[in-house]
């Protein structure tokens, strides 16, 4: 069941975001996070065994980012585990969740298992790591997909583009609820 | 206008019955619109169940208006073939392989001959709002539930592997060229009825793992450049 990174088509997921979010007009992506909104959108694709991960940056994302893989650390420390154990949120087969506006201080936010897809949106993660010490970060922007039964190196494609889907839809309608 | 809980316990049980025909699983379909057109519209232009046509219905069209960056605008309509939910999606051919059910292989056929004729028709162009044959696609097939994927007696993690290899092979060599896509009724499901996070939990402050991430599974992209990873940067 674990996927390798490279079953995963970078290129597919470009197109898919370019078609959803970023090549799209300024009327719609009026509602969209600000993330969204520069020119050109930057994100990290993050591949593992068990989870397929987009996080939109923004350039003070991009620096830390950078900074962090340079050193061969963990950007979103403190974000994932896919163990059974503390976090702030167990999700399991759990589909189209969203998860906006939350700040998790020295915990897991996610214990994430199989078949689940999640939006997270404007998170701030703060944790005491053992070897890098106290690390605060924000997620403006994720698409989190874990594998299992429906989701796989195949269908993972169609999760995305329909968890995308379902993001942009939600924003139109709370951007058309503020007018 | 019902409760979306009425919607999805409604569909949730159509799905689940013998005797749930995809007709009555088709009126759902208008509360999942964005994920049976490729690109975020502006609008939803004209949505048609059971298109008549010479060679027979379309189960289900739709059509929206999409902008782009430039602003130039066009109109893109998507045809979907539906078949019932207690259909079988692949059926055992051998130990080492499935292959499409029946009805799988009568949607597809349906499919590709409705877009045939549509994409050549003027009349179906009209009504839909596009101006050109090239904006008319196959948009996909709904077919089967999450215990319909496969039919046959193979181990359940047996059972798993073969369906996502059918589906794999299906994809690269025959859906994806042509953009079609391949959802289950439960897809649709849960795009209408979308989980609530859980109740945040309580957990002892404490010094976490940094729990690496090996660097060569980040790759960092942009919406103008090569997807790159760090290794070849």
Known sequence: ?179 | MPENDDITANLAALIESPRGREGACRRYLKYAKSALVERTPIEFVYIEPERRGYLGDADYVISCKIREETGAEFVRAYIWELKAPRCCIFEKDNEHRLKPTKELYDAENKLVNYFYESRGSELFRANFGVSHSLDVRMGGIIIGRDNTKVNGNYEPERKRILYEDALRVRNEYFYRQHGIKLFTWNFILDYINPSQPPTQGRVEPGELPSQPLNPERIVLSSDTSEATSPENQ
């Open chain 1, 1 to 179: 069941m674990p996927i390798k990174d490279t079953d995963i088509d970078q290129e597919r997921i470009k197109s898919i975001i370019q078609s959803r979010l970023s090549k799209t007009s300024k009327e719609v992506k009026e509602g969209f996070p600000e993330v969204l909104k520069r020119d050109p959108v930057y994100w990290a694709t993050i591949c593992e065994p068990e989870y397929l991960m987009i996080v939109f940056l923004t350039s003070d994302d991009q620096k830390r980012l950078d900074r962090a893989m340079s050193l061969s650390q963990n950007p979103f420390v403190g974000l994932i585990t896919t163990s059974v154990g503390p976090a702030a949120f167990r999700v399991e087969k759990a589909k189209y969740m969203t998860i906006s506006g939350c700040q998790v201080t020295n915990s897991f936010t996610f214990s994430l298992g199989r078949d689940s897809t999640v939006i997270l949106e404007n998170h701030q993660q703060s944790v005491e790591t053992k070897d890098m010490g106290p690390v605060s970060y924000t997620v403006p922007l994720a698409y989190i997909l874990s594998y299992g039964d429906d989701i796989n190196s195949v269908t993972v494609y169609d999760y995305l583009d329909g968890l995308i889907a379902f993001s942009e839809s939600n924003w139109r309608k709370a951007s058309a609820g503020k007018r």
